[in-house]
């Protein structure tokens, strides 16, 4: 791919105009929640050695754990912890915006708008995953540049919606996959050919939440974070 790195630049410059606004500012991490998670005791990292004969992965997202814990978040780590049961055969890498360059839990995590990793990273790079909306337009970009395979996960109606008409990019032909996470997300894109999807319903028990008092006394905001304006 002779002209990946010009690809690369345009992407970083898109991503800095478009993308997420925290993009210049690391993630928080508070005393108390640096003491919960461990992160003191986190592997850092320096050197991008080569995939070898492994399936390098490399997610873009907005948020990821353990920083932030919403549904989207705990699906891509739980789906990654998965690939790297066998590290012999994958080698999966993250890229969130303000994310310390460490290794959490035998995935690679980097800051989205390091530009030099993130060049490194793509050059042997087989498979592009994301299910954020907000870098979705420059995924699909970055396929058709690159001819690196994109895998997007989507969770709501509202990612859908966001989408609007034209959901497949016939540029992209055979590169372009599409997992939802229910039958019903599913149907409302069956514009979208069967070969190019996957429906994968998230690992959850029901027995997991099972109250032992029924009479509540609290209220659960799951999505209040220092990470996401909360």
Known sequence: ?????????????????????????????????????GYSKWPRWRDIEPPEERIRMLWILHDY??????GSEICAHTINQHFMKQPYKYDVWVASP??????????????LYDSETLFEVLKTTKVLHSHSYLYRKQLLW???CTGIPFVEWVH????VRSVGAAWSDP??????WTVF???????????????????????VDYRDYTLQDARPRYVTLSNVNENKGG
């Open 98 to 111: 303000g994310y310390p360059k460490v290794t959490y839990e035998n995935v690679r995590c980097f800051d």
């Open 181 to 203: 996470n229910s039958e019903s997300l599913r149907r409302s894109r069956s514009d979208i050919p069967d070969r190019c999807v996957k429906v994968l319903r998230p690992p």
């Open 65 to 70: 754990v353990p920083f932030v814990n919403a």
């Open 142 to 144: 970055l396929s058709r």
């Open 156 to 159: 709501t109606d509202n990612y």
């Open 1 to 37: 791919m002779p002209y990946l790195w010009l690809f690369t630049v345009g992407l970083i410059v898109v991503l800095l105009l478009y993308g997420d606004v925290r993009a210049k500012h690391p993630i928080a991490i508070s005393t108390e929640k640096a003491a919960a998670i």
């Open 171 to 176: 540029r992209i032909e055979g590169r372009q």
